[in-house]
Structures are given as structure tokens and as C-alpha cells.
């Protein structure tokens, strides 16, 4: 059977993304097929698209890391869950795509909570992963001051709020017109400028995550030890740690799309976990989606709406 799905037949910039028909995939053991209510859109998508994973995926290749939507299909060895259950989540990574489609097979999930708005869900899976295994590296908790490097794009916007609900005080950069809405995450914010590094001894941080990967990794290490990139590759000629995720074979921090889920149904109004999502694009426009994505000046996510759910804020 075929499916409608994002897709390019060739490695390129955003216009080499079309949308057509391709094959439908299937639920294989440990995983479930969902009919996709809404995708999100993550760096690492931006660059197989241009290249990275050439001679590691076939063409034409399905974009898309995260989605969110109804359970369509069972794998082998689930249990838990049934068709028509909401639910939000990652592919199985080593397919480095197949979110951005009508059907897309996840690899890891969780419930979706009634009051996270399907768009939110379809951006989250990544972001939450990323920051949970960050926050868990660095052992974030009650007593550890935070800085955030990086701290109003995708896998910023999410870790703040995470840490702060492990009982952290948080500070996280931002450009100045992003000051505003890192506070509203629940983070002291500073401008990354030459007095960075004065401000964060300043404000007692005792820990940073590099999320930017800005090439100041040299200056972060002057405020404390426990320094963790997840964005630059110089890290190891500074000392640092890089930490890449189960692609590199490190242990995943899925369980927090479940706290991430909790800390939906528990919160109340503005102070509500949410996944800031900065865009939403129809599935057919997915090369403006790509553009926008790699544009920079984010605040928080990039999303993609397939219209094929009733509502974006159910
Ligand atoms: N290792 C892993 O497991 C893993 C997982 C997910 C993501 N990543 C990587 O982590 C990085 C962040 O991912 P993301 O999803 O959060 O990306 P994103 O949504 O594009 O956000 C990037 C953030 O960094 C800020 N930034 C970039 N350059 C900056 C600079 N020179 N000075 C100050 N701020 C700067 C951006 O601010 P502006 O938008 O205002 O420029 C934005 O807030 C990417 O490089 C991504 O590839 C790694």
C-alpha cells in the first residue's frame, strides 16, 4: 500500500523536498504504527537532508525524527498500548527518517496527555530525550545552578523546564530579543556576550550544558568543571564531554518523555511544561518548514501539521 509523505530524491538544500506517495511502512518488533497528526522538525533532519548520512539511507528518503499521532498498528512484543491510543514520540533512530508521512513507525513513546496540543507532541521526542539525557549526565537536581547554553531553541526551551522542575535554578542564554521568553520557561536570562562568563560565577552556576555549540566551550570551562556539549565537536581539546545519544551507543534518556508527560497532566496555566513550537507548516509545505527550520533565531520548534486529526489543540 502507499502512503502520502515529505520526501527527496536527491541530497540538497530545503527545495529538494517534495510531497507524493511512497510505501507504507510497518510496526516491526518493540514498535507501533501511527496515522501522524503532527511532526516536528530537528537539526539532525536539516543535515541528513544535505548529506551527512549519504551511503547510510536509500533515496528517495522520508524526513522526520518525531511525530506524534493514533496508534494504527501493533508490533510484535508491545504490550501497554492499543490501536487508538494518542501518542507522541522518535522513529527508531538507526532510520534516521519516516516522521514526516501520513504513517510513520515509532521506536519509542508514550502517552500523549489530553492537554498537550498535538503539534507540541509531534515536536517533542528528540528534544525531550536530548535534554533528559543531558540533565541526567550532568545529575541536574535540587542544589545545582544550571546555565543553559543555548537555552531558547528546541533542546533549550525543553531543558530549562525540565531542570527546573528537578528543583534547579536555571540561566540560560539567548540573543536579546529572546531574553523574554527564556524567563517565561522559567530561566534567569542572559545575553551570551563577553560578560558571560562573569555573570554565570556572578549567579553561582555550578553547572553548564553547551546546547548552542558556539565555540565558547574554552570560556565555559572556566566556570565550572562539569561542562556537557551535546553541539560541538571540539570537545574533547577542551576537556569536555560530548555526549551524542544512542547513536553513539550511550544510554537514551527516553524516560523523559514520561516525566515530560507528568509534568503536562500535573501543571496548571502558565506554569504548564510545554514544547515551545515557534511554526507550524503543512506537511505540503515542507521545504518552507526545512527553510525556516535552518534559519536560526529560534524559539523553540518547528512544526509540521498533517491535517489528518480533527484538531491541533485537542
Ligand atoms: N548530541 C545530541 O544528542 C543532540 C541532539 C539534539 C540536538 N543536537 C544539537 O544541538 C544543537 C541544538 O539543537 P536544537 O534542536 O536546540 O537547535 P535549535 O532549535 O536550532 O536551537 C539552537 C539554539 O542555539 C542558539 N545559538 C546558536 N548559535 C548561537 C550563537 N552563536 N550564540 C548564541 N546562541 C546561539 C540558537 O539561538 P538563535 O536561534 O537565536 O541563533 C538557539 O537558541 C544543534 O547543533 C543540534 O544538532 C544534538
Do not use: N
Amino acid at each position: 500500500m502507499r502512503m502520502f509523505a515529505a520526501q527527496y530524491h536527491r541530497f540538497g538544500p530545503p527545495e529538494v523536498l517534495v510531497t507524493g506517495s511512497y510505501e507504507e511502512p510497518h510496526a516491526g518488533p518493540g514498535q507501533v504504527r501511527i496515522r501522524v497528526a503532527a511532526a516536528g522538525i530537528a537539526p539532525v533532519d536539516l543535515a541528513i537532508r544535505a548529506g551527512l548520512s549519504r551511503g547510510q539511507i536509500s533515496l528517495p528518503h522520508v524526513p522526520g525524527v518525531d511525530a506524534a499521532g493514533i496508534i494504527d498498528e501493533i508490533g510484535p512484543g508491545v504490550s501497554g498500548y492499543a490501536v487508538g491510543d494518542e501518542v507522541f514520540g522518535t522513529v527508531d533512530l538507526k532510520r534516521l527518517g519516516g516522521a514526516s508521512a501520513e504513517f510513520a513507525v515509532l521506536g519509542f513513546w508514550a502517552s500523549k496527555p489530553g492537554k498537550l496540543p498535538w503539534v507540541q507532541a509531534g515536536a517533542a521526542g528528540t528534544s525531550i530525550e536530548t535534554a533528559t539525557r543531558a540533565l541526567d549526565l550532568l545529575d541536574v537536581g535540587a542544589g545545582t545552578t544550571l546555565l543553559i547554553d543555548g537555552a531558547a531553541g528546541g533542546v533549550g526551551s525543553v531543558a530549562v523546564q525540565l531542570a527546573a522542575a528537578r528543583g534547579a535554578r536555571v540561566v540560560g542564554t539567548g540573543r536579546p530579543g529572546s531574553q523574554d521568553f527564556i524567563a517565561g520557561l522559567g530561566a534567569t536570562p542572559v545575553v551570551a556576550g563577553p560578560d558571560l562568563v562573569g555573570r554565570a560565577v556572578e549567579l553561582g552556576v555550578s553547572a553548564v550544558l553547551d546546547v548552542a555549540g558556539a565555540g565558547r566551550l574554552a570560556a565555559l570551562t572556566t566556570i565550572t568543571d562539569a561542562v556537557l556539549t551535546i553541539a560541538d565537536f571540539s570537545a574533547a581539546e577542551h576537556g569536555v564531554r560530548m555526549s551524542v545519544g544512542a547513536l553513539g551507543g550511550e544510554p537514551d534518556g527516553q524516560h523523559g518523555l514520561q516525566i515530560a508527560a507528568a509534568l503536562v497532566e500535573q501543571g496548571q496555566g502558565q506554569g504548564r511544561f510545554r514544547v515551545p513550537v515557534q511554526e507550524v507548516f503543512a506537511l505540503e509545505d515542507m521545504a518552507a518548514a526545512h527553510a525556516a527550520a535552518g534559519s536560526g533565531h529560534r524559539r523553540g520548534k518547528i512544526a509540521v501539521w498533517t491535517g489528518l486529526v480533527d484538531s491541533q489543540d485537542d
